[in-house]
């Protein structure tokens, strides 16, 4: 089973910084079926990315991903306020299993 | 537009089943199977398995195979996540998902074990 491993656990920034997250997968991965999902405080999660890269309808350009084999990364180039949430990154071929996350508190 | 509606919240006793819906409306139900997924108070996502909508194939994560069963109903279109011989670990929020990644999910359904 691919575990993947989420870093950092928290990240402590102000609005209008950039923000990295990265996502390890304990066995390389095809970007195809990589995604990432944002989860507020009593909701759904929402999905941000497919396909590594492909933006999820009315998500915004500041939001990026990117990667390959066991190594991706969600980057938000300029924090706004509702971007401060919980992040998973799931592997979605066969076992579709769930990093641990990663909270984006405001600094 | 895609809705997907879960039965409401539960609250079984320990060694009890539990079954939750997931209503879907809006798109062609055959075309993407469903996932199940959970969240204990306070922790992270947790996959459980997927169901096709097209022919009942089933992938089930190893955690919960033989306590788990999946099925949909295309009458109806809805699809059911039936969990057996429950435990105080199973209290959480049980949220379905549409397609291989969940571009739209259910509210979530509270599932409290408790005696």
Known sequence: EIVLTQSPG????????????????????????????????????????????????????????????TDFTLTI??????????????????????????????? | QVHLVQSGDEVKKPGASVKVSCRASGYTFSDYGISWVRQAPGRGLEWMGWVSAYNDDTNYAQKFQGRVTMTTDASTKTGY????????????????GRGSYYDYWGQGTLVTVSS
């Open chain 1, 10 to 69: 928290t990240l402590s920034l102000s609005p209008g910084e950039r923000a990295t997250l990265s996502c390890r997968a304990s066995q390389s991965v095809s970007s195809s079926y990589l995604g990432w999902y944002q989860q507020k405080p009593g909701q759904a999660p929402r999905l941000l990315f497919y396909a590594t890269s492909s933006r999820a309808t009315g998500i915004p350009d500041r939001f990026s991903g990117s990667g390959s084999g």
């Open chain 1, 77 to 107: 180039s300029r924090l706004e306020p509702e971007d401060f949430a919980v992040y998973y990154c799931q592997h979605y071929d066969g076992s579709r299993t769930f990093g641990q996350g990663t909270k984006v508190e405001i600094k």
């Open chain 2, 81 to 96: 996540m039936e969990l057996r011989s429950l435990t105080y670990d199973d209290t959480a929020v049980y949220y379905c």
